[in-house]
Structures are given as C-alpha cells and as structure tokens.
C-alpha cells in the first residue's frame, strides 16, 4: 500500500517507517496519492494552551484525514480518563481528564464525522521502548542510577505497550475499521515495574515504603486495558514487556546514544 506517516521523526513514527517499508508498503512524503494515512503529528509531552491544541490535535488530523481514504489515528487511552477502577475498553464511557485527552476524543469525533472515511483509532496506554522520553525515561535513568523512589508501597494497576507491539498494530490496522485498545498483555504494578527495568538494566531498584496518598494521584493510581477486541480481530503482541524492557534497556545503555 502507498502509506503516508505524519509525525514520522517522533518517537513511534521512527519505528514505524522502518517497519512499514520491510512489509514491503511504500511510505510517501506527502499525503497525495496515498492510499492510507497514518497520523501520528500531536502535541503529548508539552504544556500547550488551549488554541494550539485545538489546531494541532484537532483540527490537523481532520484536515490531513481528507486527503485519503484510509486514515489510522493514534489516539489514547486518556480518552477514558486517567485512572481505572476496572479495566477500559472501547465502550467506557468517554471522560478525558486532561487538555490533551480532551483534545484527542474531539479530534475522534471530528474524524468520525467525516463521510465516507475508513477509520480505525488505537488507544494506546503508555508506549515504552527505544527513544522513549518523558515520565518513563526519567524512571529508567532514576533505576539506573540507583536512585532510591518512594514506591514501594503502592499496590495499582498500569498496562503499558512496547513500541514494537504499537508499530505492529499499526501495519494490522491499514485495511481495517474501528476503535482499538492495546497493550503489551497483563498489567503490572508500579513496584514491580521498577523491578522488571531494574532486570533489564542489569541491577537492583531500590524501592522505599511511603503512603501512596502522599504520592502524586496519577502516580499511584490503576490504568488497565482490556484488548481483547483487537486479539480478537487478529492482532497479538510480537515481544513479551521483558523483551520490550531489555530492548528499551540497551538503547539507554548504548553510548551513541
């Protein structure tokens, strides 16, 4: 298929290209003539005011998903909100907490609204792996630094995807419709989150007890996923979250870095 990736120097775009053309599809760079586009353009890490999202996160992807047939948006799971007390899946009721939730469910309806597009939207929860940044690369730095972290007493819930597991659903999504969650398969608590990077590392995280009512509410708070609709339809994660941790690990390791 001729596909065109907005957002293809971010984090998972320069995952997906690669893999986009070893399947044998021919990335464009531009969106004319492409049979499907994968838009990944977004504001996510940075504070932003309200205008700027409204344009970046809203209104870009319905401009860009009028020049194509086929559009695949990579949405989030913050859509549902940002806790949860059982695990979301595509029918939980739609309650962003955030300006950028908020912006990715209008930009889901904006693209909805649009006639005769074949649409599919992955909500993904936290995407981990080589060239993460944010939140998860500071844990992993802090884990290999042997930093001591006061999480040893929270007892939550989070699901996670290894990029390579997103890249992948993105390529089973081209020819189809609809709304996906995803994740790397069972959740994991934070604790033994930091247990498992620490494995990947190749040391010992160093976890301190401490009332998780005093911790940051998102920090010990549960956010699980159900994606058994997308197995269903087909799709099933290539690497284990070991395999995906050990890979994030030694791309944090690698001195060309």
């Known amino acids: 298929m001729r596909v065109h990736v907005t957002g293809a120097g971010g984090f998972i775009g320069r995952h997906l290209v690669p893999a986009l053309v070893r399947a044998g599809h021919e990335v464009q760079p531009a969106a004319a003539g492409a049979e499907v586009i994968v838009h990944l353009a977004g504001i996510a890490h940075r504070k932003a005011g309200a205008d700027e999202l409204q ?4 209104r870009l992807p319905e401009r860009v998903a009028r020049q194509a047939p086929r559009f695949v948006f990579m949405s989030s799971v913050k859509v549902h909100g940002e806790r949860s007390e059982v695990p979301f899946t595509e029918r939980s009721p739609i309650r962003p907490e955030d300006a950028y939730g908020e912006s990715k469910a209008r930009a889901e309806d904006a693209l909805r609204a649009i006639a005769g597009l074949k649409l599919v939207v992955l909500r993904p929860p936290l995407v981990y792996g080589p060239r993460v940044k944010a939140n998860f690369l500071a844990l992993m730095r802090a884990v290999a630094r042997g930093w001591p972290l006061p999480l040893a007493s ?5 699901s996670l995807v290894y990029v390579g597991n997103l890249v992948d659903a993105i390529l089973c999504s081209l020819d189809r419709e ?7 398969g069972e959740a994991i608590s934070t604790p033994q989150l930091c247990r498992e990077i620490a494995v990947a590392l190749g040391t010992r995280a160093r976890l301190l007890p401490f009332p998780p009512a005093l911790l940051p509410p998102k920090l010990a708070a549960s956010l699980e996923v159900d994606d058994s609709a997308l197995r269903r339809a087909g799709w099933q994660p290539k690497l284990s979250r070991g395999e995906g941790l050990r890979a994030t690990a030694e791309w944090l390791k690698a001195p060309e870095r």
């Open 154 to 158: 929270i007892d939550n819930r989070r």
């Open 55 to 58: 344009e970046v996160n809203v």
């Open 178 to 184: 609809g709304t996906y969650l995803l994740s790397d």
